[in-house]
């Protein structure tokens, strides 16, 4: 059975702090990874997706891949407490739905 | 500003009723999914959408759960009979698959059953 996993948290950071968010994925096979937040009681929303191993950044986000430790993880730089959510890890195969993990919750602090 | 609508946004009704969840992806895209949240199980496939043909439907109760994709602007989501356990957050999400693999979600439909 595929899998994702995560640390389900909670994960505490001062305002100001770099969080880091980790991710692993059991099929060797996956080609696309995307972190998604979900604010409480919003729907999941887009923030990085990344295909390649190395790094992407974007803002104050940064996503990272290794394949061959089937590791994914995501460094938010600058912590403020919008930061504050779940952020969720999801992989897939070419053109096949997403695997989701269960989530990590972010708590910044001011 | 392209976006996934879902309707209703919130629904309670009573076990054994049947339930409709409605969906429009974003303009163009090509592939459309149904997931449901839970605390306990997070997010789960319920279903997809590929060209409006279903491609997988393997998460879903066969005998009370069906999802159509009548045109290309509008996904269903029916429950019948529904039961308490099927309370949750009911969330559509598209894709333009060939592009990119990226997925938008909707809304969400929070579904309570008494």
């Known amino acids: 059975q595929k899998e994702v996993e995560q640390n389900s948290g909670p994960l505490s950071v001062p305002e100001g702090a770099i969080a880091s968010l980790n991710c692993t994925y059991s099929d060797r096979v996956s080609q696309s990874f995307f972190w998604y937040r979900q604010y409480s009681g919003k729907s999941p929303e887009l923030i990085m997706s990344?295909?390649?191993?190395g790094d992407k950044e974007d803002g104050r986000f940064t996503a990272q891949l290794n394949k061959a430790s089937q590791y994914v993880s995501l460094l938010i730089r600058d912590s403020q407490p919008s930061d504050s959510a779940t952020y969720l890890c999801a992989v897939n195969q070419a053109g096949t739905a997403l695997i989701f993990g269960k989530g990590t919750t972010l708590s910044v602090s001011s | 500003d392209a976006r996934v609508t879902q309707t209703p946004r919130h629904k309670v009704t009573e076990m054994g009723q049947e339930v409709t969840m409605r969906c429009q992806p974003i303009?163009?895209?090509?592939?459309v999914f149904w997931y449901r949240q839970t605390m306990m199980q997070g997010l789960e496939l319920l279903a997809y959408?590929?060209?409006?043909?279903?491609?997988?439907d393997s998460g879903m109760p066969k005998d009370r759960f069906s999802a159509e994709m009548p045109d290309a602007t509008l996904a269903t989501l029916k429950i019948q009979p529904s039961e308490p356990r099927d309370s949750a957050v009911y969330f559509c999400a598209s894709a333009h698959l060939g592009s990119s693999y990226e997925q938008y979600f909707g809304p969400g439909t929070r579904l309570t059953v008494t």
């Open positions: 303009l163009g895209h090509n592939t």
């Open positions: 990344i295909y390649s191993n």
């Open positions: 959408f590929r060209n409006r043909a279903p491609l997988d």
